[in-house]
């Protein structure tokens, strides 16, 4: 390799990982938080079978999981200002994304839900607790455990698929890359040099999966 | 104590529970036996109401009300004084054994934790579970599940305890551990309604017998009556079935 294509290399480096650790992981962060949430209430309507909000929340999740998420992201920072609401482009990313990552995480958090088995929940009743204690104390606990490399799955998807904000001029790591790649004519360096830094992130995003289902884990070793 | 009048059951337009009445006085120990699908697990789940019973009366003390108009409050008063113990155990399994104990009596009853604590290593010494106190379920064998989840329901002290087929799910090894707790329990008095395949069990065990067939009490009889002189042609069948004697 060239010295001038090192030199590129090493000096886009600080700058790749600055749009990383300001935009990306913040981009990344926001929207899992606001997604987890809306997802959780999401599945919480349709397992308590809340009439006019379950049929509101499948219409939902069925608009929202039948759309590209590109072409939601388009609506909301290119089609909206047209009805008057104008919006900056990083939170109509994270309007976006949010909306789109809820109907699938809700999916994983309903169906981790009714994972649980029925004798859990009657074993709850017949020790005299109520339906809240039931929930928050049996099912959620174990449907938690059952959701949980799904949902981190998600959130390793998320951290990729964000690089998808460029596409509504959100300057992210990703769109960074872009533009030293175009001021230098380097793209095959720059990519894969940003395809690097996405990789680490994810290394480190799976080793700490590992070490979170370790502590989830109920099944503790042997005591005698 | 508990008794239930024209209790009627059914799962879709199958009628499960024709008419049913029984009772069951305090320290008494009954057996239900009778072929599978016969109605006996869907009377103990109806009389706990974890299935919806169609119509019949339930008396408990002094409280009697029409089993379809019961509250949830007052469903949940009653739970609080039933104990279940269920086929496949049950047991919380996101929580220790201890904490199963405890659970009902924390959560549920609210006392205080010192107390409760004390009154679970004291029932799970006697099903000789307290060196597992601190298992998950997933940890345990079948036998030793059931007898946490015996634990778990006599910690309240129950009036009733109501077991469903507990030893079903259990090879013979392990159906005679958890068998042998439920005599002990028997000859401390604790009232029981257990369904159950295992004759040798109801016979030295229960004090009555009720044989069901095709969703009704076919014979409600003292457990010696019904093992030694059975009235019924259809309780001599079955009993000729169970205990291999085809003569």
Known sequence: MSERLWEILISSLPNLLLYCVKVTIPLTACIYALSLVLAFLLALVQVLNIRVLNRAARIYVWLFRGTPLIVQMYIIFFGLPSVGITLDAFPSAVIAFSLNYAAYMSETIRASIQAVPEGQTEAGYMIGLNYFQIMTRIVLPQAAKIAFPTLFGSLIGLTKDSSLAASITVVEMFKAAQQIAAKTFEPMALYCEVALIYLLLNTVLTSLQRYLEKRLSWRQPAVD | ?247
């Not at chain 2, 879709?12 to 599978?36: C, H, P, W, Y």
């Not at chain 2, 934790?113 to 940890?139: F, N, S």
């Open chain 2, 1 to 247: 104590m508990l008794e239930v009048k024209n209790l009627r059951c059914s799962y879709g337009t199958n009628q499960v529970l024709k008419d049913i009445n029984f009772r069951v006085d305090k320290g008494e120990v009954i057996a239900i036996v009778g072929s599978s699908g016969s109605g006996k697990t869907t009377l103990l789940r109806s009389i706990s109401f974890l299935h919806k019973a169609d119509g019949g009366t339930i008396r408990f003390f002094d409280f009697e009300k029409e089993i379809t108009r019961l509250k949830s409050a007052e469903i949940r008063q009653l739970r609080m004084r039933l104990g279940y113990v269920f086929q496949n155990f049950n047991l919380f399994r996101n929580m220790t054994v201890r904490q199963n104990v405890m659970e009902g009596l924390v959560t549920a009853r609210h006392m205080d934790k010192e107390e409760a604590r004390k009154i679970t290593d004291e029932v799970l010494k006697k099903v000789d579970m307290l060196g597992r106190a601190e298992y998950y379920p997933d940890q345990l064998s079948g036998g030793q599940q059931q007898r946490a989840a015996i634990a778990r329901s006599i910690a309240f002290r129950p009036d009733v305890l109501l077991l469903d087929e507990p030893t079903s799910s259990l090879d013979p090894e392990l159906t005679r551990e958890v068998l042998n707790i439920l005599t002990r329990l028997a000859a401390e008095g604790i009232t029981m309604v257990v369904v159950t395949h295992e004759m040798e069990f109801a016979r030295n065990v229960a004090d009555r017998v009720i044989f069901m067939e095709g969703g009704v009490v076919v014979e409600d009889a003292p457990a010696a009556e019904f093992f030694n002189r059975p009235r019924q042609e259809a309780a001599k069948r079955f009993l000729r079935t169970v205990t291999g004697d085809f003569g």
